[in-house]
């Protein structure tokens, strides 16, 4: 693979991508859906989309999106480490993703706060 100039390293973010899971292990989180916020940030070489200025040739975001929306929503997970870990495998299978960070929130989850969320990365 040729060298990637910080020109063709693209930084790909999917922002705030609102889902509903059943999270957790209390009873009223096994029985209810609750809300899930979804953050993803990836690197990858788009030298060749850059070059050619087509679809094709760029990753597909919107592939990774369906497929995190596939997983997540209306399913059940008793850890949001183990959701966040799932989520992160979804976006590495991509072969051209170099680099990704999965951040997700879990809003309300403690008093007095706004959410809780668990972010992990990996790296090719």
Known sequence: MANVTGDSLARVRIKN???RAYIGIKEEEINNQQNVVINVELTYDASEAIDRNEISAALNYRT???QIIAHVDGNRFALLERLTHEVLDIVMSHQAVRWAQVEIDKPHALRY???VSVCLEDQR
Do not use: V
């Open 17 to 19: 991508l609102l889902l």
């Open 64 to 66: 990774i999106t369906k």
């Open 113 to 115: 706060a706004e959410s």
